[in-house]
């Protein structure tokens, strides 16, 4: 489910062989702020539908109308918030300005009235030493909200964020509402996949490195790769001689041309070493939507099992 901020493992964009905690906003069930704050027709036809969706889908899971209504008035007032101090999608494309680079003491110091120990340790995170910020004032005001808001707002809009996430898996009536407005009103996708097509690609987005290595084991064999490997071999010693017979280059940027060559990392058909599925559990006695919990858990994990500063 959506958080008032996001946080993953990835490449440190500033020192990019290692990996590095980052965290920045998040909290948008439409994706960017301009929907909550522009005032053009087009804008607030979507927001109105949104308001309408939402609650439809409280409905939905057994609220009456005066309750859902609350919950959505609840999520508005969060989420519009969050949408003013949030980067829109120019700002979001200069790389420097979202990279705040900083220790986890000083960040635990910057960054108040959150138990931030405890967050981490439930995304499985136990030995931070330093994370990058992406957007400080986003993140400042997802503290105030965290603060100043009354408990009963608070879970009304985590719920909706469940809800809201869930969707896909809890049954027809609720992934129908969620497709009438993401992909209708939105997108202007008329009609769904239909369900098998959508039940292979939660297998595929799951389960996806599993089912192809039971396809490259009977169309792609480890002979076929190994010769791949070794004809991109013989392209990187060729292109390491005319290198050499380069007349313009000096030795010094030679050696540096040589260097960025051998540290290609060469892909060919499928990973050197295989995601290991051994710690996700799927049970065919639960349900979709407890099997896709365990594989939100399984993937924070499997996230979490790179090594990071």
């Known amino acids: 489910a959506q958080e008032l901020f996001g946080s993953y493992i990835g490449a440190d964009m500033m020192d990019s062989k290692n990996?590095?905690?980052?965290?920045?906003?998040?909290?948008?069930?439409?994706?960017?702020?301009?929907?909550?704050?522009?005032e053009d027709s087009a804008t607030v036809k979507i927001r109105e539908a949104f308001k309408v969706h939402v609650v439809k889908m409280f409905?939905?899971?057994?609220d009456t109308e005066e309750v859902a209504t609350r919950k959505m008035n609840s999520v508005m007032d969060i989420e519009t918030r969050m949408a003013k101090a949030s980067k829109g999608r120019v700002e979001l494309r200069d790389p420097a300005a979202n990279y705040h680079k900083m220790s986890y003491e000083d960040f635990k110091k910057e960054y108040t009235g959150y138990d931030w120990d405890?967050?981490?340790?439930?995304?499985?995170?136990?030995?931070?030493k330093e994370l990058v910020v992406g957007q400080p004032e986003a993140l400042k005001e997802a503290m105030a909200i965290l603060t100043e808001t009354p408990v009963e707002q608070l879970r009304d809009w985590l719920?909706?964020?469940l809800l809201d996430a869930s969707s896909?898996?809890?049954?027809d009536e609720v992934y129908m509402q969620s497709f009438d407005f993401y992909s209708r009103t939105m997108s202007g996708q008329q009609e769904p996949q239909a369900r098998w097509k959508r039940s292979v690609g939660v297998v595929n987005s799951v389960l996806g490195e599993a089912m192809g290595k039971l396809y490259v084991e009977k169309y792609f064999p480890a002979e076929?790769?190994?010769?791949?490997?070794?004809l991109v071999a013989n392209l990187q010693?060729?292109?390491?001689?005319?290198?050499?017979?380069?007349?313009?280059?000096?030795?010094?940027?030679?050696?540096?041309a040589k260097?960025?060559?051998?540290?290609?990392?060469?892909k060919i058909g499928y990973p050197d070493e295989w995601k290991d599925y051994s710690e996700l559990t799927i049970d065919t006695a639960k349900t979709l939507f407890e099997n896709m919990h365990n594989v939100r858990l399984w993937a924070i994990k499997d996230m979490v099992a790179r090594k990071y500063n």
């Not at 409905?59 to 057994?62: A, S, Y």
């Not at 896909?168 to 049954?171: E, H, I, K, P």
């Open 224 to 230: 076929n790769k190994a010769r791949m490997e070794q």
């Open 168 to 171: 896909s898996v809890l049954g």
């Open 159 to 161: 719920q909706w964020n």
């Open 118 to 128: 405890w967050y981490w340790n439930l995304n499985f995170i136990t030995d931070l």
């Open 19 to 38: 990996n590095i905690v980052e965290i920045g906003q998040s909290g948008l069930s439409l994706g960017q702020k301009d929907y909550y704050l522009n």
């Open 237 to 256: 010693e060729a292109l390491s001689e005319r290198i050499d017979a380069q007349e313009w280059m000096s030795d010094s940027t030679k050696l540096r």
């Open 259 to 266: 260097d960025k060559l051998a540290s290609f990392y060469v």
């Open 59 to 62: 409905q939905l899971v057994g």
